[in-house]
């Protein structure tokens, strides 16, 4: 829960739903969340991840990036990765542009229960990523969905520990 946002290579904003070409409440808290840091000037780059979630026409990378051109981002400083179906294939889309560009530390946001794993994650690849959570989070408000949401990462962190990638 401790924003840990500090300067870094990019912001790697974690994909969560999109309807029908608008970022879900959630991944707009992330989206916004994002632009402040951005506007912070703590990265240079932004990437949005996500895939279509059976969506045949948008992708959470393309609303994403959208979403923060609408903003006033300029377009060549985000970058949208939509190979990801699951956190640790987002996660590995995003390391993969990092260390491509010889990069290696960004600011992870995505909601608090999420952020552990991410930084796991993001470590397994080369990359530190300072965990930066949505303030307000509307999943943290609720005891119901954080213990819910909670208990998940818990589940898909020891898949991940027996090599089951979720």
Known sequence: MTDEAKPAAAIVVMGAAEYDGAPSPVYQARLDHAFSLEERGLAPLIITTGGSGGDPHYTEAGVGRDYLIQKGVAAGKILSTAEGATTYQSVYAAAQILNQRHAHTCIAVSDGFHLYRIKLLFAKFGVTAYGSPVPN???????????????????SLNLWYLHIHV
């Open 137 to 155: 989070s509307s999943i943290e408000a609720d005891s119901y969905l954080r213990t819910l949401y909670s208990l998940r990462e818990l589940i």
